[in-house]
């Protein structure tokens, strides 16, 4: 049995805020796909009569069975979800589906998408609706094209960046501080040792901070990427 899922279009993605920093100039958004979407896939792919849900360990558990007509049986795929704030019982359901979904192929690509980060008031941009305006994918079902609109229709993020070698973009500025002082040797030291020695990490947020190496951040700027690298390391 061989089945291929199309990727998800802009408007049957949701966005979430992830995120928030801790001195409230920044958050981050993340991507997902609700249950209702996964379902209608399933539908459009194998027809509404071949595949099932099923349900263990008080809904913790989903195995998603869809059927081979080769084999003359159903084949399965389960994984476990996590309890939501709001309704527990029915968001363990719903996120151990959409997680069994996932394994089908179901929304994969959206574990592509690029690291999505607002700055700005946390506490203004926490509260806003946010939705995916367009979307695009590469040969490999990877995220190539991302563009974020808040409520009023305005982007709010792009990628990738026109003429910057595919960096992220967003729209809301940075603080800027006339004749900026730098960071010192300890507090350089400090951001690998909250990237728990991981270079990578603090390459790329001092690459969508626009620095090369630590020796140029600037003390405006510490705070803030010292909390990127802390919430990286933390997804």
């Known amino acids: 049995m061989e089945l291929k899922f199309r990727n998800l279009n802009a408007d049957e993605i949701e966005v979430r805020v992830g995120n928030v920093a801790k001195d409230k100039t920044w958050i981050s958004l993340l991507l997902y796909q609700n249950s209702r979407v996964a379902m209608d896939l399933l539908d459009e792919v194998v027809g509404k009569e071949n595949w099932k849900r099923e349900h263990s360990r008080d809904n913790a558990n989903c195995t998603i069975s869809i059927w081979d007509k080769e084999k003359q049986q159903w084949v399965g795929k389960e994984d476990t979800g996590v309890e939501?704030?709001?309704?527990?019982?029915?968001?363990?359901?719903?996120?151990?589906?959409?997680?069994?979904?996932?394994?089908?192929?179901?929304?994969?690509?959206?574990?592509?998408?690029?690291?999505?980060?607002?700055?700005?008031?946390?506490?203004?941009?926490?509260?806003?609706?946010?939705?995916?305006?367009e979307i695009g994918y590469d040969e490999n079902d990877k995220?190539?094209?991302?563009?974020?609109?808040?409520?009023?229709?305005?982007?709010?993020?792009?990628?990738?960046?026109?003429?910057?070698?595919?960096?992220?973009?967003?729209?809301?500025?940075?603080?800027v501080q006339q004749a900026p002082k730098?960071?010192?040797?300890?507090?350089?030291?400090?951001?690998?040792?909250?990237?728990?020695?991981?270079?990578?990490?603090v390459k790329r947020v001092l690459e969508r901070h626009e620095y090369e190496k630590t020796e140029q951040i600037k003390i405006i700027d510490y705070e803030k990427i010292c909390d990127e690298i802390e919430a990286e390391i933390n997804l």
């Open 84 to 133: 939501s704030f709001s309704d527990k019982e029915k968001g363990l359901a719903s996120d151990s589906f959409k997680r069994s979904a996932v394994n089908w192929g179901i929304g994969r690509s959206l574990y592509s998408a690029p690291n999505i980060y607002l700055y700005g008031n946390s506490d203004q941009l926490k509260n806003v609706k946010y939705s995916v305006k």
């Open 143 to 175: 995220i190539n094209r991302l563009v974020i609109t808040d409520f009023k229709g305005n982007v709010v993020f792009t990628y990738p960046k026109a003429n910057t070698n595919n960096k992220p973009q967003n729209t809301y500025q940075k603080p």
């Open 182 to 201: 730098l960071i010192s040797e300890a507090q350089r030291k400090r951001l690998f040792a909250i990237a728990n020695g991981n270079n990578e990490v």
